[in-house]
């Protein structure tokens, strides 16, 4: 018997980084999924065909961890693909654990929660990378759009509509754990003026989660970019996304900012309809490439 999960990416609407540092954050699922299929394969070792080279070591873990759980002693046979590359930074590594419990789980007739899902996957996310808020775990989980708080404390569904989203890759590859670190040097050494700047962070997150609820657009985008200026200052973006969220503006978007970590990846813009293709033109015009993903995608899920 073959089981088929996936689960979906993610995009990072408002908070990042300070999401680090226990303050909110709102994060999207969007509809680019990694898929998981899992057979019990009666051979001595498990088998993992991930051509997605960096995710096997999470689908690994989320064996182990699984097996652990529930003392199984049968080897598997997973096999994963993606609708999107690693290189993008949709949070593929994320999707590709919980996706992998969900298909053990229904291999082996073992239920667990969504939350009994997010927990584990955080676990093993933690495990191999020493550091995240989890917010992915929780978009690929979950699905919808999130307010969330570091580790699950809250997980809040904001009553989801799709966004009119522009989403441009910049073609450089972030390196979160470095930006994360670059951050937490700072925090070290510029305390209070970080502080600052998390404290202000935080308030657009709380306006921006209001702002959605009530589908006030423009009021998100400029947001959006009030928290793209705080980004700039806590020195995570890069000239690159400068000039996408700077060109998106001209060419008449609501708002936009980076998405992430930083220092490459995608940057997001919110963009009246009637905009979106001179959006995506500007945006390709100073080198950016349209990544074509629909906001508010449903969370783990048994493919049938
Ligand atoms: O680079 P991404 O898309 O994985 O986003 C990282 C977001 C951070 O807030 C910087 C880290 C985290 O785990 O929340």
Redesign the pocket.
Known sequence: MKVKASAPGKL?LFG??A??YGYP?IVTAVDKRLYVEAAISGKKEDEIISPQVKESRFVLESITHFKEKFAIQDSVKIETRGDFSHNV?L?SSSAVTVATFKALSSLFNKSLTLREIFDLSYQVTLEIQG??????IAAATFGGTLYFV?GGKTIEQLDGNKLSLVVGYSGVK?D?PF??RKVAENFKTRKSEIKNIFEKINNLVKLAKHGLLDKNYSRVGSLMNQNHKLLRKLGVSIPKLDEMVKASILAGAWGAKL???GGG?CMIALVPAEKKTSVEEAIKKVGGEIVDAINNAQGVRIEK
């Open positions: 990072m990042e980084h999401v680090v954050c930074g949070g550091l995240g808020s989890g917010f992915d570091a972030a979160t930006y994360v998405s992430g970590a990846d």
